[in-house]
């Protein structure tokens, strides 16, 4: 190419790295500085007095254990499930979980059934990303953009890919990885 756009730091630092001949041009990405807007004027809106938990569902599809039965998705899903106590999260706590556009409802419908939270819902992407956001006091997910964004307005963020998973590709130092905690608190 004859110049490379990059929208971020992180971007730019691998760019520069990687292209040493071409030029590197760092842009604003309006996108994101307006949904981080958003979720920081609706956070405002929110006096969060219980303790509400926003999983950012995406499909993975990979098994990452020999022999599992289950998907990485799910295996995240328990992971997060298992570290409760670590994330300070108690089953007042209410889990949202938010389905990839590309995923039904039915997929997670079981898994949510089994557990014990006293409060809990699937909810699609039909309702805004901000609207989410705003309304929760932890984001999780394995290795979603939607982490990104959370932790650029300003919420506490934790990447749930289990320690036998391969490691996220985001490198933002704002985002949390449970595989690596003994103990981080909402």
């Not at 020999?66 to 706590?93: K, V």
């Not at 289990?162 to 130092?173: D, F, G, N, T, Y």
């Not at 949390?176 to 905690?181: G, V, Y």
């Amino acid at each position: 190419p004859d110049e490379i756009w990059v929208f971020d730091n992180y971007a730019l630092n691998i760019a520069n790295m990687e292209f040493k001949n071409i030029p590197i041009k760092l842009h604003k990405n309006y996108y994101l500085e307006n949904q981080v807007n958003i979720i920081k004027n609706k956070n405002n809106l929110h006096k969060l007095e219980k303790k509400k938990v926003l999983y950012v569902l995406e499909p993975i599809r990979k098994k990452w254990l020999p022999n599992e039965t289950q998907s990485g998705e799910f295996q995240a899903l328990n992971f997060f499930m298992n570290n409760l106590a670590i994330l300070n999260i108690t089953l007042d706590t209410e889990l949202i979980l938010r389905l990839h556009p590309s995923e039904k409802k039915e997929k997670y419908v079981e898994w949510l059934n089994s557990t014990k939270f006293e409060s809990k819902r699937i909810e699609g992407a039909d309702v805004p990303i901000p609207n989410h956001m705003s309304e929760a006091n932890l984001v999780l997910g394995c290795d979603s953009f939607m982490l990104v964004l959370a932790s650029l307005a300003g919420k506490k963020v934790v990447s749930t890919l289990p320690p036998w998973a391969p490691l996220s590709s985001l490198p933002h130092s704002e985002i949390t990885h449970l595989r690596n905690q003994s103990g981080i608190f909402i």
